[in-house]
């Protein structure tokens, strides 16, 4: 399969996809707030903290960097080297998103995750779009929801 990603690229995903406040992050928050809409970030005290709550609407958004949490998508590559070391961090990493979101969702909690290929990248979404699309969920009723890039059906495997 081709490299979708230069290694500058990667190097890049490999050191922001950790931390908080990435790049899509910011530009998501600023649409919702642009769009009215008020939240608490990187609630501690919430299972798997959280990017966004929306205690009004008892929702909580999670911006998941596609290779740092095991995205079924192109962005998601495998490093050439240390594979194993990654697979099971990555592994790792998805068994936890799901636990945390189990707890969440116990608590009462609906959540969406928004996918960084939907924001970044070359699968990514109208800036307007992913807002539009968050800002559905939230005054919906759905108890999960997920925003992942436009990739061609043909790279997904
Ligand atoms: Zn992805």
Known sequence: MADVLTPEQRRLNMSRIRG????????LR???????FRYRLHARELPGRPDMVFPRFRAAIFVHGCFWHGHDCPMFKMPGTRQEFWSAKISG???RDQRKAAQLEAAGWRILTVWECSVKGPARRPKDDVAASCADFLRGDE?????????PAKLVE
């Open 20 to 27: 908080r406040d990435t790049k899509p992050e910011l530009v």
């Open 30 to 36: 600023k649409s919702l707030h642009a769009a009215g």
């Open 93 to 95: 990493n998805r068994a």
């Open 143 to 151: 108890q999960h929801g997920e925003i992942a890039g436009r990739w």
